[in-house]
């Protein structure tokens, strides 16, 4: 199916609709409120246009066209942050450098803790000491432990989702 046949065979006022709310949803969950003047639309403008000009190459994809338009936006979203990088960390609260409190070891468990008050699972837990330590790739991961990448993304799915919930009882362990 090349893209024409491709963009034909979906409702994109749908699917357009559907990826601006999951851009809405990733941008919130950074937690950043400023994105150079960019709204979630904006990014997945860019990812439908990028996509039009042979920039995201559709016709390599193993996948159906609408996961390939959102795996397309994920990355678009990852991509902004990485190369932004500098600019977002100016908004992240300064900590003291001779703070007397908790060393990282603990405030790692006590995060974990939280995460296990939320009802995450061994997975979930060990998914997350693996961002802890600076692993975070999914093939990485998957790799590191042992199993199927796809099994990652479904344990970082149901982490993401935990992590928001908990969100304002780990800024006061940090």
């Not at 070891?105 to 974990?112: A, F």
């Amino acid at each position: 199916m090349n893209l024409t046949e491709a963009i034909q065979s979906v409702d994109m006022d749908e699917v357009i609709d559907r990826m601006n709310a999951y851009a809405i949803s990733l941008l919130k969950s950074v937690g950043v409120k400023n994105f150079n003047g960019k709204e979630p639309i904006d990014f997945v403008g860019d990812v439908i246009l990028k996509v039009m000009e042979g920039k995201r190459d559709w016709a390599k994809a193993q996948c159906s066209f609408k996961e390939f338009l959102f795996g397309c936006l994920k990355s678009e979203i990852n991509n902004f942050f990485t190369t932004n990088k500098n600019i977002y960390e100016d908004e992240l609260p300064d900590v003291p450098s001779n703070e007397q409190s908790l060393n990282v070891e603990d405030k790692r468990n006590q995060v974990s803790e939280l995460l296990k008050q939320e009802g995450a699972d061994d997975d979930e837990l060990t998914v997350f000491e693996c961002w802890a330590d600076g692993i975070t790739k999914p093939a990485e991961i998957a790799k590191d432990l042992g199993i199927d990448v796809k099994e990652v993304y479904k344990i970082t799915k149901r982490l993401e989702r935990r992590l928001p919930k908990i969100q304002t009882q780990v800024t006061n362990v940090i």
